[in-house]
């Protein structure tokens, strides 16, 4: 089957970017993203986005993005899977390369958050990722839920408080030297404790900000190598479903999904969890940072907290984890935040990640987790010399 | 503003399973669930029937929300728990009657018909079956 690289990235700052529209940040990224490849036109189109029908009134985001980036004619999709939309767009544009029908496909994600400016309307948005009927319905935010696996996740394993605080302090730490970040500072582990709490017992420091933003990359079926014959390829990708409402999973903090999707991806990229030498998982609150890190089996279940306690996760470390700063600090533009991993994969390993480089690590993985763990995106990328 | 307003017929169509308990049961490998369904998400098997669920049960897990869903923010602090029915059928609803700083783990709750939801100005309003602690016998 034929190969699949990645050719060009971009990316646009996270945060509350009142000036810029939801048109204004997809085509900063994707012109970014064409410029960095070298290319002028593509032959596809796929954008990742979850809420723009309800937050920007804007569906049909396929031949919206292609308008304004001047692509208008090429095909064109909008790719939705809640938190996990931008996987699910990379992971669509790799299938149409692999299928021989395209040759060079663009990967928008985008997600325009602030225009909503009441929290509790961006929170209804977010919980449609819920079941709307049995979920939504009695008033669960995606927070809430996340709290019941929190729970249950520190009563398996007997962690305490604190255990959680080692997440969020080590993705400040990451974000407070990149540039796009969101949250650019420290946290201590007394801000951690003394922060407040928003769903019981879950706290305002465990989880991810609300922003917006657009990453985007160019996929190609051809090699271009750099100036220091580097190359970046797509070698394993896989997605998987779960239940779709957490109350009728067998194990609140058992994602199959997860394990399914990285199992795919490890099986297609030929590599085992001790092959990955860097990692970006979707810690869009701490304990599903700690089962992200779970699920791509570089962790014994229970034992996550501690690899990042440790510093092994550290930039310098033996694993590092979310180099950037994670959903926590970089930011979580939802649709767009599976596009922002797979970019700052790519550029971890072709040496272009600048203040967040770990090291030079030559294979590594994404994690991008939809809902509660119900539609899991994993991607592996390899460097080529 | 945005917000999840259930409408006349959703809230007609959702009646039995929110107002009566009425689930699915799987024949082939004993699943049960709310909503019905005609597949099992365990097993596969479409040999499934509707069943009428126990009232009362066992609070598994819980969470409290402070900061809810547009239309909700009247309720807070509101407890979300995961149930365990007497017959062992998982679900979720609202706990109600009850501070939330009370509630443990394994506590007997029972349901009792509750308002969930008001849509809107002069909206629709939807009741479902929320669960109280069960009261001294």
Request: glycine letters at 10%.
């Amino acid at each position: 089957m034929r190969e699949v690289y990645v050719i060009g990235s971009g990316l646009t700052k996270i945060g509350n970017l009142w000036d810029k529209g939801l048109r204004d940040l997809a085509v900063e990224a994707g012109l970014a993203a064409m410029e960095e490849a070298g290319v002028e036109s593509v032959d596809a189109v796929f954008v990742g986005n979850m809420m723009s029908g309800i937050l920007n009134a804007q569906e049909n985001l396929g031949s919206y993005v292609a308008d304004y980036l001047g692509l208008s004619g090429v095909p064109a999709f909008k790719v939705e899977a809640a938190c996990a939309s931008g996987g699910a767009a990379v992971v669509s544009a790799a299938m149409a390369i692999k299928s021989g029908l395209f040759d060079r496909v663009l990967v928008v994600g985008v997600e325009k958050m602030s225009d909503m400016t009441a929290t509790e309307d961006v929170t209804s948005a977010l919980a449609t990722a819920s079941e709307a009927d049995y979920e939504l319905f009695w008033g669960a935010s995606f927070v809430s839920l996340n709290a019941l696996i929190m729970r249950a996740y520190a009563q398996r394993y007997g962690l305490k408080e604190e255990d959680f605080g080692w997440m969020p302090i080590l993705m400040h730490k990451n974000a407070s030297d990149v540039p796009y970040a969101q949250l650019r500072f420290p946290i201590t582990m007394e801000a951690y404790l003394s922060s407040p709490k928003i769903a019981d017992p879950i706290k305002l420091l465990d989880s991810a900000p609300m922003g917006d933003g657009s990453a985007a990359a160019v996929l190609s079926a051809s090699e271009r190598r750099d100036g220091e014959g580097i190359s970046v390829a797509l070698v394993g990708f896989g997605s998987a479903t779960d239940a779709m409402a957490l109350y009728t999973r067998e194990d609140l903090v058992e994602l199959k999904g997860a394990k399914l999707a990285a199992k795919r991806a490890m099986e297609m990229a030929e590599v085992t969890p001790r092959d990955l030498q860097v990692l970006e998982v979707h810690d869009a609150f701490s304990v599903m940072g700690y089962l992200n890190l779970e699920a791509l089996g570089v962790v014994e279940p229970g034992k996550a907290s501690r690899l990042i306690e440790s510093g092994d996760a550290d930039r310098s470390g033996s694993l590092p984890v979310n180099p950037e700063g994670g959903l926590k600090a970089r930011g979580h533009p939802v649709g767009a935040t599976g596009v922002y991993q797979f970019v700052e994969l790519y550029r971890q390993l072709s040496g272009r990640a600048g203040p967040a480089q770990a090291g030079s690590p030559e294979l590594g993985a994404a994690m991008n987790v939809g809902g509660t763990g119900s539609n899991v995106v994993v991607t592996i990328l390899r460097r080529v010399s | 503003m945005w917000a999840f307003n259930p409408s006349i017929p959703p809230i007609k169509r959702e009646m039995p399973s929110r107002y009566r308990l009425e689930g699915f049961e799987c024949h082939d490998c004993g699943f049960r669930s709310l909503p019905p369904r005609q597949v099992c998400p365990r097993c596969g098997s479409r040999n499934v029937s509707r069943v009428r669920l126990p009232r009362r049960g066992r609070v598994l897990q819980h969470a409290v929300v402070h900061s809810a869903p547009r239309g909700y923010e009247f309720y807070t602090p509101y407890v979300l728990a995961l149930i365990e029915l007497e017959d062992g059928t998982r679900i979720f609803s609202q706990l109600t009657d009850v501070d939330p700083e009370e509630v443990t783990q394994g506590m007997e709750v029972e349901a009792v018909l509750r308002k969930v939801r008001v849509g809107g100005h002069g909206g629709p309003v939807a009741y479902g079956l929320k669960f109280r602690p069960v009261l001294e016998r």
